[in-house]
């Protein structure tokens, strides 16, 4: 499916499904190596990877399974390269192993997770049910990825760019976590100059290049001496400390006088955003918070609600959780609000996506019981 | 006085957790050896395997990455097809590369990746404890195998370098057997023509080494050897299968 392609940098808009725009922000980022295997809603992506990655001098390999090409991720970041992969949710499963070695190696890697209908087969529909695979560690061992939840496809594009910086900059793995409605929707698509000449050339000193002139390097996940590797994943902490002081990304959108606070990512928060909108036009005061970083997650979005109020202070709002899954972020959101307002959920998966009337059916009851 | 054998610069001077009577000891020396005749230390870049000879980069003094239980030859691809420039070698034992990695294996090989892999068959799990390998032979006990390998429950001995040379991606497979001065010389220039072929591009190059491990066998290290000349070679062939 070669199709014709405008790329070059300007103001011109591009018409691109999110898993191109994924693609095509990847190579703009300078990313020279995608190992991946064919997975239903994801497909775009890797047949784009297909055509222009070669043409711009990087590699391409359709691996042999999901693990084989985690792996290969593993060996071409190892190796220096800015690296990817790309899955859906059964997929990205199978990748576990992998993603918790590039963890414990601390090797920069960027994988793609468009989600489908889960568990098991599952289906093929949108689905936000891999938060808790994605934010916590979703393989053995105490790690973290980062972890980056587009919106749209400028986002698509804007937030996989950044990926490779974030994992460059932190030697970490970032996952961009999207759904099947946000890889396979066209939206315009405005190539960024910067995006490019962004593109940073950190020193990878750890890289395995061959040991000219050097010490031998070792990229290696193994701590076998005694207290080894306490003081490693210590050494993990430090670091996944600072990048939740650092990283954390959020959207507000009417949230000031706001009396429920919508929470939503990714597809989800579109929605969310357009029952915001009918209910601010109806004279409710409706906002919404949408988490951009899953992990870490934005506490700092929901902390001016929740600081200790003065009298005068206006009663703080009510969160409604919604979710193209069964109460995951749902989690993340009551520990940060840990009792101090009222939070509830609407949720729906295997299919089902909460409709902009749900929302609103559902903050109506809120309201009044 | 002139020195005439001396330890390779390729090998860190540090004692090995090997057990007396082992084979990785020589096989790492070897691969060492040649490296240094070859010239290549400072572009080389080996892949360790899961299994005993998992700290392998502990005692290889070039650029070493480890790859998760199998997957070295992925790993592998990924570093050589980013470093084309350099020498990629994996090192792997019989549980590695032909139970949980053989789809790596196979497609590594079936993708003719110029690369050069180092297979140690020595017919048991050892980091483990001694379980049944799928190289472990009819008959011979292991921890998981305490009555010996039966065919007709445990299969038969996955000769994997005889599959992979069916594959027109695959250039040189050669079996070679560490028991005795002679065998170790040809295992030598085996190791030498794989490492050459990847020098020269002409692709995937494989050799299998029949190596001892008395702990696992239940034998002593000269045991141990004339168990692999007189037993282990009549399933396994040596020689150049490809």
Redesign the interface.
């Known amino acids: 499916m070669k199709r014709s392609r405008k790329t070059e940098v300007g103001r011109q808009k591009i018409l691109m499904t999110g898993n191109e725009a994924i693609a095509e922000g990847a190579l703009a980022a300078g990313c ?2 995608y ?1 991946g295997y064919p997975i239903t809603p994801q497909n775009e992506l890797i047949a784009y990877m297909s055509v222009h990655m070669q043409e711009r001098g990087g ?1 391409f ?1 359709q ?3 999901e ?3 985690i ?11 800015r ?1 990817m992969t790309s899955s859906s949710s059964p997929g990205i499963s199978l990748k576990q ?2 993603i918790s ?1 590039i963890a414990g ?1 601390e090797l920069p890697a960027v994988i793609v997770n468009i989600m489908r209908g889960g568990p098991g087969l599952g289906n093929i529909a949108p689905a936000q049910s891999d938060y808790f695979q994605a934010t916590r560690s979703g393989g053995h061992g105490d790690y973290h990825c980062l972890v980056l939840a587009p919106s749209g496809i400028q986002e698509c594009y804007d937030l996989t760019a950044l990926a490779f910086e974030l994992a460059d900059q932190y030697r970490i793995p970032v996952i961009i976590l999207g759904d099947g409605m946000l890889g396979q929707m066209m939206e315009p698509l405005a190539i960024k100059s910067e995006v490019g000449s962004q593109k940073s050339e950190v020193r990878k000193e750890w890289a ?6 050097r010490e ?7 701590y ?1 001496k005694e207290g080894a590797l306490e003081e490693f994943n210590l050494k993990l902490q430090k670091k996944y400390r600072q990048i939740q002081a650092k990283e954390e990304r959020w959207e507000e959108f009417l949230v000031d006088d706001a009396k429920i606070v919508l929470v939503a990512y990714g597809s989800m928060a579109r929605i969310a955003k357009a029952a915001v909108k009918a209910m601010r036009s109806k004279g409710k005061k409706a906002g919404l918070i949408r988490p951009i970083s899953l992990w870490p997650f934005p506490k700092q979005a929901f902390s001016k609600f929740l600081a200790p109020g003065t009298k005068s202070r206006a009663p703080r709002p009510n969160f409604l959780v919604i979710e193209m899954s069964y109460g995951q972020m749902l989690e993340d959101v009551q520990l940060v609000v840990n009792g101090r307002a009222e939070v509830e959920f609407l949720g729906r998966s295997g299919g089902g996506i909460p409709s902009e009337k749900e929302i609103i059916n559902k903050v109506n009851k809120i309201y009044h019981g | 006085m002139d020195k005439i054998y001396v330890p390779p610069r390729s090998l860190r001077p540090v004692s090995t957790h090997y057990c007396p009577g082992c084979g990785h000891g020589l096989a790492h020396r070897l691969i060492a050896e040649v490296i240094d005749e070859l010239g290549i ?5 080996a ?1 360790a395997p899961v299994g005993c000879a ?2 392998a ?1 502990d005692y ?9 239980h199998g ?1 070295a030859l ?10 084309p420039q ?1 020498i990629v070698f994996t090192y792997q034992g019989d549980g590695d590369l032909a139970a949980i990695g053989t ?2 294996t ?2 590594a090989a079936n993708r003719g990746e110029n690369l050069s892999v180092f297979f140690i068959n020595n017919a048991v799990y050892g980091m483990t404890g001694g379980q049944m390998a799928p190289t472990t032979l009819l008959g011979q006990k292991t921890s998981t195998t305490p009555e010996g390998r039966s065919a007709q429950v445990q299969g038969y001995p996955l000769k994997i370098s005889e599959m992979l040379a069916l594959l027109p991606g695959v250039k040189y497979i050669e079996r070679t057997g560490l028991y005795s001065p002679p065998e170790i010389i040809k295992t030598k220039k085996a190791i030498k023509k794989a490492l050459m072929n990847q020098v020269e591009g002409v692709g995937f190059s494989l050799v299998e080494m029949l190596s001892p491990c008395p702990t696992y066998w239940g034998l002593s290290p000269q045991e141990a050897m004339s168990w692999i000349k007189n037993t282990m070679v009549k399933e396994f062939p040596l020689g150049v299968i490809k």
């Open positions: 020279t190596f190992a590699v390999i691996a042999e399974a693990v084989a090409a792996n290969m991720v593993f060996g071409a970041s190892a190796a220096g390269a690296s192993e992998g070695y190696a395995l290049t061959g040991c000219q002139g031998p390097n070792v990229a290696k996940s193994f076998l | 230390r400072e572009k080389v870049i892949v998992v700290i980069y290889w003094d070039f650029d070493c990455s480890e790859a998760a997957r992925a790993v592998a691809t990924g570093i050589k097809r980013v470093r350099n789809n790596e196979i497609h």
